[in-house]
């Protein structure tokens, strides 16, 4: 299979809205709340990670750019200071 034939057969990459689609649906931006103070809602952060505890891509979460940053960052957090599991389902 030559180079050529691998790239014409490969899916186009799913791309996240833009910035300014994305804060139609982003409720951070629409109330003014700065995602990092969500560090210790264990009940709003959850609905951003996956059962693994992945946090969840800004394609599915419909977040702007910063916001998605800052509600990574406040998932980490909250797993250091043990508000969120680091694994939300144990290996059986």
Do not use: C
């Not at 996956?50 to 909250?78: D, F, H």
């Amino acid at each position: 299979m030559s180079r050529m034939d691998h790239m014409i057969r490969t899916k186009p990459r799913q791309v996240a809205k833009t910035s300014r689609q994305a804060r139609k649906t982003d409720i951070f931006y629409q109330l003014g709340i700065d995602p990092l103070s969500m560090a210790t809602n264990a009940s709003v952060l959850s609905e951003y990670v996956t059962e693994m505890g992945l946090i969840k891509p800004r394609l599915i979460t419909n977040l702007t750019v910063k916001s998605q940053r800052k509600i990574g960052k406040a998932i980490r957090r909250a797993r250091m200071m043990g508000v969120l599991p680091i694994f939300h389902k144990l290996w059986a």
